[in-house]
């Protein structure tokens, strides 16, 4: 068998090398427009970071894992598609700011059913609006051949950071297709590329529009988790209760479960913020809303955590950061990545940066991303890799991403070359703020009371 995935990203490129991993009987082509990624994912230098990926591409590059620019070639031979493009929030025209840009999806199906001469399934990996699926059905039945295109949809569930355990061992594999009978043959050939190493039971086959909106429920849950905790934080703040106590006491309850819960600066990544967008505009297209207001406050929230948290360090550095330096501990979204896209340290640093405080930004692995995300105000911002280096000098430090290693910083080191009082805002709450009081810092995390020595 042959399988093609057309877009080599965060979800493409970890996906398919660990189907190809675990399928070495399937010859898998991983195809992209961007040749640059393309040869990064033929070199060692990999065009992402996740812990574990490396081992799983070089295990199965070469034998039956393929990365190429060839996006004809690899379509024509292929009897699985797998489409991977990105689907962006639109930033133009009807729904701009909250539809899907469907764009590069269309693109790809045009292109599928140019170079097709045999009959090919077709499975939907990018997260799209519910009844993408039609659209594309239309798209690939427009031609004037005999050949037959199966649609299917099989979003992903993998978490940046933990992709490779995410697909070694998912909690569910989800797929929808037509109940005719040819929608229920592709469903099967795709349901034996998974069982090669999913159990059974774990692979879940529903209808179309079930898997489509599923994908986007899932995430609008799981940000709403972190907003519902971020709502709660500011509410201990404003009454000395502690979010992580109260965090740890609601989660013990087997309904609620302890997962998603740590209040911080907010969630970033490529995926919540567009997706709940995604189901806002859905649910207003179908004249829902209330639905449509219920999931938008899950975003604002979200966005108000993050000026809280800069409307904290003003105030608390006595209403004023113009001309302090600032050391920013992290800009990916979550540890463990280097992607930067709708980190909440984006808008962090322009607020920083719009009351001229002195801004430093250090990060193991996406020091180049900010670069480009901050492309406008570089004049006003310098990149460290060292830490150390970063805090010195510095009047506050932030930390915007819970990366192990700023958790094990040697915080004395860092007390000693800053400028007092000295001020740390921990915004993942990912530190040990008694400790560090009693180095002498200012401590603030994020649903807490301040320790402060002022
Ligand atoms: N990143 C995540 O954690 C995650 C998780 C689950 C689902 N998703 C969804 O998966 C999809 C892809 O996300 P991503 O993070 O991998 O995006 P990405 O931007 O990292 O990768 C998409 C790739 O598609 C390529 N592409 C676009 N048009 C193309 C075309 N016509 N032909 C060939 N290649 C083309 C782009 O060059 C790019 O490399 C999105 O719909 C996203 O919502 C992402």
Not at 166 to 186: F, M, S
Not at 251 to 261: H, M
Not at 269 to 297: M, R
Request: charged share 20%; hydrophobic share 40%.
């Amino acid at each position: 068998m042959k399988l093609t995935c057309i877009g080599a990203g965060y979800v493409g490129g970890p996906t398919m090398a660990m189907i190809a991993k675990k399928c070495p009987d399937i010859t898998v082509t991983v195809v992209d427009i961007n040749a640059e990624r393309i040869a990064a994912w033929q070199s060692d230098l990999l065009p992402i970071y996740e812990p574990g990926l490396k081992e799983v591409v070089e295990e199965a590059r070469g034998r039956n894992l393929f990365f190429s620019t060839d996006v004809d070639t690899a379509i024509a031979e292929a009897d699985i598609i797998f489409v991977c493009v990105n689907t962006p929030t639109k930033t133009f025209g009807h729904g701009a700011g909250k539809a899907s840009d469907l764009q590069y999806l269309e693109k790809t199906a045009r292109q599928i059913l140019a170079n097709s001469t045999s009959d090919k399934i077709i499975v939907e990996k990018s997260t799209l609006p519910v009844r993408t699926a039609a659209a594309m059905q239309r798209i690939l039945d427009s031609g004037t051949s005999n050949i037959h295109f199966d649609v299917l949809s099989n979003p992903e569930f993998l978490a940046e950071g933990t992709a490779i355990a995410d697909l070694e061992a998912p909690d569910r594999v989800l797929i929808g297709g037509h109940e005719t009978e040819r929608g229920q043959k592709a469903m099967e050939a795709l349901v034996n590329v998974y069982a090669h190493w999913v159990p059974r039971e774990n692979i879940l086959t529903t209808n179309v529009w079930s898997s489509e909106l599923s994908k986007l429920a899932a995430n609008a849950f799981l940000a709403q988790r972190v907003s519902s905790i971020n709502s709660i934080s500011a509410l201990c703040e404003a009454t000395e209760a502690d979010v992580t106590e109260v965090a740890r006491a609601i989660g013990k309850d087997s309904r609620i479960g302890p997962k998603f819960l740590n209040a911080s600066v907010g969630f970033g990544g490529s995926c919540f913020k567009k997706d709940i967008l995604n189901l806002v505009y859905l649910c207003e297209t179908y004249g829902l809303t209330q639905p449509a207001a219920y999931w938008q406050q899950v975003v604002n929230m979200n966005d108000y955590q993050q000026e809280r948290f800069v409307g904290t360090m003003i105030k608390e550095m006595f209403n004023t950061i113009a001309g302090k330096r600032i050391a920013l501990c992290g800009f990916a979204f979550k540890a463990d990545t280097g992607d930067t896209r709708e980190s909440p340290a984006i808008s962090i640093v322009r607020q920083l940066v719009a009351e001229r405080a002195d801004v430093v930004i250090t990060d193991p692995k996406a020091l180049n991303n900010a670069k480009t995300d901050l492309s406008d105000i570089l004049d006003y911002v310098t990149f460290e890799e060292d830490p150390y280096k970063a805090i010195d000098g510095a009047h506050a430090v932030g930390v915007l991403t819970d990366w192990e290693c700023y958790k094990t910083l040697d915080y004395k080191k860092a007390f000693d070359s800053m400028t007092k009082p000295a001020f740390i805002f921990d915004g993942r709450n990912c530190l040990d703020h008694q400790a560090l009081y009693e180095l002498g810092f200012n401590v603030y995390g994020v649903g807490k009371s301040p320790l402060s020595h002022i």
